[in-house]
């Protein structure tokens, strides 16, 4: 007799997110995303973090001050950095999971690339613009958004 106690696809793919969230060197936001198609195959991942080839230790992380001074001018977001860690081939139709929900400008990508749903774990920044922005996109464009629900399983990792 099988194993009944095996993760969901949702819980399979949000956890893969949720730990490579965990490759985030961001003091304040760790998150991570994670690009399954309708096969239930993994296509690509990703997290937030500062482009290829900048020093993560000379780069700021600050979130106040100047726009040059802060993470915002360099950080890429976690779903962009799965779109574009994805090798090349198509992203139509498949699903994101995210830790955290998409900013206006992920969301543009998101679109863009082909993805048809956005399930997201957390959406702390709902009252902001940007996150109204997303949500406007997503709608006018017919991507699905599906908030995860935990399901409260626990899972430990040790390394």
Known sequence: MKRTDYLSWDEYFMGIAMLSAQRSKDPSTQVGACIANADHKILSVGYNGMPI???????????????????YAYVCHAELNAILNNDGGSLKGTTIYVTLFPCHECAKAIVQSGIREVV???DKYADTDSTR???????????????????GKKLNLEF
């Open 120 to 122: 997201y774990w957390g």
């Open 53 to 71: 080839g900048c020093s993560d230790d000379e780069m700021p992380w600050q979130r106040e001050g100047s726009l040059l001074d802060t993470k």
């Open 133 to 151: 922005a997303s949500r406007r996109i997503f709608q006018y464009c017919g991507v699905k958004l599906r908030q995860y629900v935990p399901s």
